[in-house]
C-alpha cells in the first residue's frame, strides 16, 4: 500500500505527505458508511479527505512538514470478493483500492464519465507501472 502511496504522490507532484489507512471487516465499514455518507451497506473503499475546504479553512499542524491528505478504509472481506470476482489477486485488488482511494483524497472522481475515464486511466497508470496488472 505504501508504494501505491508513494507513486500517486510522485505522479502527482505532491509536497511532502501523510495518509492513513485502515483495513476493516465489513460490519465496521458499514457503520462508517451509514454514519458519514447515509448509505447502510458495506463498501469496499472510503476516502476523507483533509485537502478538502470548508467555508472557514482550517489550519492543521503537520508533523514533520508534511501534509496529512486524510484517511483511507478499506474492507477486507470486500477486497477477497472483488479479486475473485474480477479474477485477479487480493493484492492486486488491495492495490487498485488503495490507488482508488487515493485519487478520491486527492479530488478525483467518477460521478462523470469524462472525470471516471481521467481517474480509472490515472489508476490503472500507476497499477501497470508497479506490476498489478489485471
Known sequence: MERICAAIAVAED?????VSITVVDEETIQAYNNTYRM?????????FSMLETTEEEIE????YDRQMLGDLIICWEKTERQALEYGHSVERELAFLTAHGMFHLLGYDHQIPDEEAAMMRKQEEVLTALGFVR
Not at 14 to 18: D, K, N, Q, R, V
Not at 39 to 47: E, G, N, R, W
Not at 60 to 63: C, D, I, K, Q, V
Open 60 to 63: 492543521f499542524e503537520t508533523l
Open 39 to 47: 448509505i447502510d451497506a458495506p463498501t469496499d473503499v472510503l476516502s
Open 14 to 18: 505532491l509536497a511532502p505527505s501523510e
